[in-house]
T-cell receptor, first 112, second 109 residues
Framework: DAGVTQSPTHLIKTRGQQVTLRCSPK?????VSWYQQALGQGPQFIFQ???????QRGNFPDRFSGHQFPNYSSELNVNALLLGDSALYLC???????????FGPGTRLTVT | RKEVEQDPGPFNVPEGATVAFNCTYS??????FFWYRQDCRKEPKLLMS???SGNEDGRFTAQLNRASQYISLLIRDSKLSDSATYLC??????????FGRGTSLIVHP
């Protein structure tokens, strides 16, 4: 049973560029949530997708956008990258919007 | 005041010790609670859900105190492999999951 997968594992971008991160949920899961985790902090909720729609959104600017596909996989897009966007980006999947979440290994983004 | 607060530690304990962590939450509408374990530079892994009646899984026991708005995690007979950061999560009626910053546990021989 495949768990949550994310790609790429690492990414280095320059300020002002745009980035797309990808996530495939655990088999049987239909909901995907994205988190940003800075060093020494807990994961911060960015948004959640269910039935291809953004259902909840945390306190992140519109530069952060996402998409969910019919196969439940998801993308996170970040435009106009800032140095402060450097972090570990985690995807978590669940069955439904309120159940236990399972995390992927994350994408480590470095903005220079 | 942060929505979910944890003592960052580190908690340094010998093998075999019992250790307890607390996590306070400020949103009284919070309905779901979980504990996750995170190893250095890895993703969080679900440890256990926290039910109103409490939850036990082997050496791990989680409790919820709604009146005082905190959840706890008790680890008995600590193992070296329990060394990690323990994250608590609370989510409210609107289901925006809020993580604490984590409590670091170091179990030494």
């Amino acid at each position: 049973d495949a768990g949550v997968t994310q790609s790429p594992t690492h990414l280095i971008k320059t300020r002002g560029q745009q980035v797309t991160l990808r996530c495939s949920p655990k088999s049987g899961h239909d909901t995907v949530s994205w988190y940003q985790q800075a060093l020494g902090q807990g994961p911060q909720f960015i948004f959640q997708y269910y039935e291809e729609e953004e259902r909840q959104r945390g306190n992140f600017p519109d530069r952060f956008s996402g998409h969910q596909f019919p196969n439940y996989s998801s993308e996170l897009n970040v435009n106009a990258l800032l140095l402060g966007d450097s972090a570990l980006y985690l995807c978590a999947s669940s069955r439904g919007t309120t159940n236990e979440q399972y995390f992927g290994p994350g994408t480590r983004l470095t903005v220079t | 005041r942060k929505e979910v607060e944890q003592d960052p530690g580190p908690f340094n304990v010998p093998e075999g010790a019992t250790v307890a962590f607390n996590c306070t939450y400020s949103n009284s509408a919070s309905q779901s609670f979980f504990w996750y374990r995170q190893d250095c530079r890895k993703e969080p892994k679900l440890l256990m859900s926290v039910y109103s009646s409490g939850n036990e899984d082997g050496r791990f026991t989680a409790q919820l105190n709604r009146a005082s708005q905190y959840i706890s995690l008790l680890i008995r007979d600590s193992k070296l492999s329990d060394s990690a950061t323990y994250l608590c999560v609370a989510s409210g009626g609107s289901y925006i999951p809020t993580f604490g910053r984590g409590t670091s546990l170091i179990v030494h021989p």
